[in-house]
């Protein structure tokens, strides 16, 4: 029976991702840790891996590479070499080359940059054959003499219960046929038993095969490495020419040749693997890697079961209440509402367990900054470390791949703009090695992310000169500190004098910005000169599914996430404080919080277009939400709370526009659809300034604002 291996191949590239991810991330930790065994062990493991897939789809460069790779890996275990910044650089370089061979053809040309590493890793493992001249060698078409020829006898006997193992050993003959050429083989028949006795879950045979190759003893052994607890393997080398096989007795051995049997289906050898169940040299390691986005997520087989029990309950739920219906009676009444009731909780679990399944730890996009630290250090001659902190905070699936990039640009950032140079740093009294923080932490409701760095802080004085050069305030616009460095997120805005390949552009801050909006996420900036400075990132567990509070404003419904809210207080006209006929707060328990008319801010007032408060309306009867978002409290004015809900979250921005104020809609039970309000955004505003002429205003104000202020 023929394999498709072809179905196999995006699992194949999918694990083979984490193992590179995992060798990377070791070899960052082994440059603090240069005689750490176990952690080259964990690299070696990984790449071994990766070769041993490739092999079996016919990604001949990446199978080339990875061998290269090994033999340099194997001389670091044994002592053989040292690892210095200089060979961990090339060792990284070669990582990077494995991600380009993971995503390229199988069928497509050696790259250039792979071909030039080969060459040099074959300096460093003098009397190994590297690059196309090793793969011609390995290869039974060698040209005579290029390598020795040796021949070895095979003994290969499985234990009966190999096949309970998933492993098949004529596919492990198979591959070991294509390590050199097959001149003898013995099939042993002595323990199978009578047909009436046969058990066709047991393996009753075992082998003995005589071949001629250019590899050495230990590759050939690499072939059975995964099945090792599971067989009994010897290989020996033979001096002496092998004699012709003695005939055969039919009831006890049959020659079997395995080249022809391997190329009779039109299949390419491969090796079966099964990890062992005790941990061992072959185990792999336990970390996952943040690589590239994939369709799909590993979940653990307990979380699938409470699933399936869960639908179990809701379906016997289900019935009952749809048995009720069919018989009601108003004496079933209590026993229905008992019966919905039960739904209902099920329903509400089944929610938190399906997106329990969707959260991921934020360690696995937190790994692959690590590089991006040391590739700049490189790159600038700075110092400078990574250090993480939260790895288990766990985000949605979805967000953590669209963080990446912003990530990445904050990290970049602290790296070139942050971290000053060796010198600069002793005589500022500082470690000459900088650090850069990322933490990650739930915080009401919201994960909250913080890139910090330890470096020479944000100069708002040089910001402000930038600013009003590019036009992007007025000279005479006066700005508070904390303003003042939020304009390092205006597009084009970069305090570089020159531009360099890290920055200088004005880029990269704007697409952060731009993209935790996105997210329905706040971004801010705190910062000490000379100090260091640090990025707050502020997101919601998940874009899915939220807790709402219903209110109505005017003659609509809108959603308030409940996460965000604080309490509800009765407005009352005493309270209300208007600040330079600007903007106005509302005083509770001695504290002044801005306030905002959804129903103004929204366009749902009735004939009401004047911006500020001098448009007069009346506060009986209505009511202030005070919610929060990061560390800033906004009160809503609402005219009535209508109770709590669950929602499912509906993008605005896919199906109409974005909607400054709101971050998607919900449909209601009684079919209507109703907006949800971007509290973060609307906390992100400076509501004294929104509606006054010739401020800076960071965002452009929505429809709705337009409409007033016009």
Not at 648 to 673: C, F, P, Q
């Amino acid at each position: 029976m023929k394999i498709d291996l072809s179905q196999f191949r995006q699992t194949f590239l999918q694990e083979s991702a984490e193992h590179v991810a995992s060798m990377e991330a070791g070899l960052l930790q082994l440059r603090s840790s240069p005689d750490d065994v176990e952690l080259l062990n964990s690299i070696f493991r990984s790449a071994h891996s990766i070769k041993g897939g490739a092999g079996s789809f016919g990604m001949d460069n990446l199978t080339q590479f990875t061998h290269a790779l090994e033999s340099l890996l194997e001389r670091l275990r044994s002592k053989e070499m040292q690892a210095s910044e200089e060979l961990i650089g090339v060792l990284l370089r070669s990582v990077d080359v494995l991600r380009g061979l993971l995503r390229a053809d199988a069928d497509a040309a050696m790259p250039s940059e792979a071909v030039e590493l080969l060459a040099l890793i074959g300096t460093l493992t003098p009397g190994e054959a590297v690059g196309a001249e090793a793969a011609r060698a390995r290869t039974p078409q060698a040209a005579e003499g290029r390598l020795e020829t040796k021949r070895y006898t095979v003994e290969f006997r499985p234990d009966r219960q190999l096949f309970t193992s998933g492993t098949n050993p004529i596919v492990l003959l198979r591959n070991l046929a294509a390590l050199g050429t097959v001149e003898g083989c013995r099939l042993h028949l002595e323990e199978l038993p009578s047909l009436a006795d046969l058990d066709p879950a047991q393996c009753y045979l075992s082998w003995n095969i005589e071949i001629a190759s250019t590899c050495p003893e230990t590759e050939l052994l690499e072939v059975f490495e995964f099945v090792e607890h599971l067989a009994e393997i010897r290989i020996r080398a033979v001096d002496a020419p092998p004699q012709p096989n003695p005939a055969l007795s039919q009831n006890s051995t049959t020659a079997l040749e395995l080249r022809d049997s391997s190329a009779s289906d039109g299949q390419r050898p491969f090796v079966e693997r099964r990890k062992a169940p005790v941990a061992d040299r072959r185990q792999s390691s336990a970390k996952t890697a943040a690589g590239s986005e994939s369709g799909s997520i590993r979940v653990s087989i307990d979380k699938v079961d409470r699933l399936i029990d869960l639908v179990g309950e809701l379906v016997i739920a289900h019935v009952m209440t749809a048995q009720m219906v069919d018989d009601f009676e108003p004496s079933c009444l209590p026993k229905l509402r008992e019966a919905v009731a039960s739904m209902e909780r099920n329903t509400r679990e089944l929610h938190e367990r399906v997106m329990g399944i969707r959260m991921l730890p934020v360690g696995t996009l937190f790994q692959r900054h690590s590089r991006t630290v040391y590739d700049i250090a490189q790159a600038t001659g700075k110092q400078m470390r990574l250090e993480t902190v939260g790895e288990d905070t766990e985000i949605d699936k979805s967000m953590l791949e669209l963080l990446g990039d912003p990530l990445t640009h904050l990290v970049r950032n602290a790296a070139d703009h942050g971290i000053e140079s060796p010198e600069t740093r002793a005589a500022a009294g500082k470690p000459p090695e900088g650090v850069i923080t990322l933490k990650a932490f739930h915080r009401s409701g919201r994960v909250v992310i913080e890139v910090s760095d330890d470096g020479a802080g944000i100069d708002t004085e040089k910001v402000r000169r930038k600013a009003v050069e590019r036009g992007l305030i007025g000279p005479d616009v006066q700005m508070d500190d904390e303003q003042l460095r939020m304009l390092i997120f205006a597009p084009g805005f970069s305090t570089k004098e020159t531009v360099s390949d890290l920055s200088g552009r004005g880029v990269g801050m704007d697409v952060v910005k731009r993209n935790v909006q996105q997210l329905n996420g706040t971004v801010s900036v705190a910062s000490a000169k000379g100090r260091g400075s640090t990025v707050t990132v502020e997101l919601p567990l998940t874009l899915a599914i939220l807790d709402g509070l219903l209110v109505r404003v005017a003659d609509r419904t809108l959603v308030l996430p409940l996460l965000s809210v604080i309490e509800t207080v009765p407005l009352q006209d005493r309270q209300i404080e208007r600040v330079a006929e600007k903007g106005e707060v509302v005083v509770i328990r001695e504290e002044s919080i801005p306030l905002l008319r959804l129903s103004r801010y929204l366009g749902f007032g009735q004939g009401i277009s004047a911006p500020g408060p001098a448009a007069t309306e009346s506060s009986s009867r209505k009511l202030t939400v005070i919610v929060e978002a990061g560390r800033r409290k906004v009160g809503l004015v609402v005219d009535e709370l209508l109770g709590q809900q669950q929602v499912v979250v509906k993008s605005l921005e896919r199906n109409l526009h974005r909607v400054e104020g709101l971050m998607g809609a919900t449909i209601l039970g009684d079919g209507r659809v109703a907006p949800i309000v971007d509290v973060a955004g609307i906390a992100a505003l400076d509501l004294f300034s929104i509606y006054a002429p010739g401020m800076f205003v960071p965002e452009a104000p929505s429809p709705a604002a337009s409409a007033r202020a016009n």
